[in-house]
């Protein structure tokens, strides 16, 4: 089992930065892909960001440019720094874990963006 836990949610303003992070601990052996995904109120989850091996990227077109991932492969811990929050980003974000064979899920974080 692989345990999944996000931090650095939270209020902020539009035009604001916010860091999430996502800690991996358990029965890790060969990470494919950590990424962060985002389930805003009325609509399905999707993803934000993703980072592979490499450290090979991809974004949603909605958060080019404003968006970062970042990986430590020693700390089995991914980042996702936010800048200019758009109240449309307010939402529950999500740790994503994919290593062979399984997909795990962090509880999720809320980023709420006021206007």
């Known amino acids: 089992q692989v345990q999944l836990v996000e931090s650095g949610g939270g209020l902020v303003q539009a035009g604001g930065s916010l860091t999430l992070s996502c800690e991996a601990s358990?029965?890790?052996?060969?990470?494919?892909?950590m990424g962060w995904y985002r389930h805003p109120p009325g609509k399905q989850r999707g993803l934000v960001a993703a980072?592979?091996?490499?450290?090979?990227?991809m974004y949603a077109d909605f958060v080019k440019d404003r968006f970062s991932i970042s990986r430590d492969n020693v700390k089995n811990t991914v980042s996702l720094q936010m800048n200019s929050l758009k109240p449309e980003d307010s939402a529950v974000y999500y740790c994503?874990?994919?290593?062979?064979?399984?997909?795990?899920w962090g509880k999720g974080t809320l980023v709420t963006v006021s206007s």
């Open positions: 358990g029965n890790i052996f060969n990470i494919i892909r």
């Open positions: 994503n874990l994919f290593q062979i064979g399984t997909e795990y």
């Open positions: 980072i592979m091996g490499g450290d090979t990227t």
